[in-house]
């Protein structure tokens, strides 16, 4: 009994943790508040993501991807329910909007905890976990990329970044226009904006045979979790089993990362590209692979071009 249930015991410490950690959140935004809502989203949200990582965790191998979709559904359908309730806009220019009248709504919240703090403790969890623009693209069929386009083509995600900022200040400040954050043309605009992004990410997706693409190239949300995920207290890390150097991990990483580089080199995975998603971890059959908390600054990208070889030509068990 006792060599069956350590394992399991094992796989459950990270969600636990960060079903915790969010709980933590909540009760402490109500206690600064006193309104119910940080409670009921917080709360919600970690047992969302607590329940998946752990079904993820304990899951056989070939049904271990059950758990992520799980949690990708609940939290991104939760989410958008939650932004048509509070009738906000919680679009990256909601935010911006919310910032510069004062308004703490929802989206100002949930931007400092999933995209800004969080990623202190759980680097880019929300990207792999609970994004809803990723809750569609992970159900188109390019799940195994073929590598990144070559040249600098992450930089328009930068441009994007910069351009929602520059719109968001002219309305503001020239155009004095109030109404971005919350209310009717706030929902407006944060459906609108919803549905030029799965516009453009299902296009880009088809068009570069990667569900990720607009991920790698395009999300202005990336911008600000590519700075913080860098403290990542969580990170991917070696187990202690010699890695062979298939390559298999590298082959079904949606994001391209180049793991057995840093994993050989004595690293953790040290890329702010990495979603947590635990692909590598559940294709590895050597067991190379696991979530581990440790101190380490990252920041450092090696991904995989298009055309770059990868050694695995074994079919990969447990891939979704
Ligand atoms: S990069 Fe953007 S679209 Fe992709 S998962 Fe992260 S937040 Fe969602
Ligand atoms: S490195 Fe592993 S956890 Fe990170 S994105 Fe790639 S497959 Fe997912
Ligand atoms: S799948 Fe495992 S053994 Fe193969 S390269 Fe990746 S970490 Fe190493």
């Known amino acids: 009994m006792k060599t069956q249930s350590k394992p399991v015991f094992k796989e459950l410490i990270v969600p636990v943790i960060v079903m915790f950690a969010f709980w933590g959140i909540g009760i402490l935004g109500w206690s600064q508040s006193g309104y119910l809502q940080p409670i009921v989203m917080f709360g919600y949200i970690g047992t969302a993501i607590g329940a998946g990582l752990g079904l993820y965790g304990i899951l056989p191998k070939l049904k271990k991807p059950l758990g992520r979709r799980l949690t990708l559904f609940l939290v991104g359908a939760f989410l958008i329910a939650f932004t048509f309730v509070g009738r906000e806009n919680s679009q990256i220019e909601g935010l911006l909007f919310g910032l510069l009248a004062g308004i703490v709504q929802m989206a100002v919240i949930h931007y400092m905890i999933a995209k800004i703090f969080g990623p202190i403790l759980f680097g880019r969890l929300w990207c792999g976990w609970a994004c809803w623009t990723v809750m569609v ?19 328009l995600r930068y441009l994007h970044f910069t351009l929602s900022i520059v719109l968001v200040l002219v309305l503001v400040l020239v155009f004095g226009f109030r109404d971005g954050a919350t209310g ?27 569900n990720r693409a607009f991920c790698k190239y395009i999300c202005p949300v990336s911008v600000p979790l590519k700075i913080t995920s860098r403290f990542s207290l969580i990170k991917i890390g070696a187990t202690g089993k010699e890695c062979n150097d298939c390559g298999a991990c590298v082959k079904m990483c949606p994001m391209d990362v180049r793991i057995p580089e840093y994993i050989n080199n004595g690293q953790r995975v040290l890329s702010t590209e990495c979603s947590l998603c635990q692909t ?8 190379s692979l696991k979530l581990s908390f440790g101190f380490d600054l990252g920041g450092k990208d090696l991904l995989r071009e298009r055309g770059q070889m990868v050694t695995s030509s074994a079919p990969v068990v447990g891939a979704e």
Request: overall charge positive.
């Open 280 to 287: 590598c971890i559940t294709v590895c059959a050597k067991d």
């Open 137 to 155: 693209l992970d159900l188109l069929p390019f799940k195994r990329p073929n590598g990144r386009l070559p040249g600098k083509w992450g930089w």
């Open 184 to 210: 009717t043309f706030a929902v407006i605009w944060f459906i609108i904006g919803n549905l030029l992004y799965y516009a453009i990410s299902i296009t880009l997706a088809f068009a570069l045979k990667d």
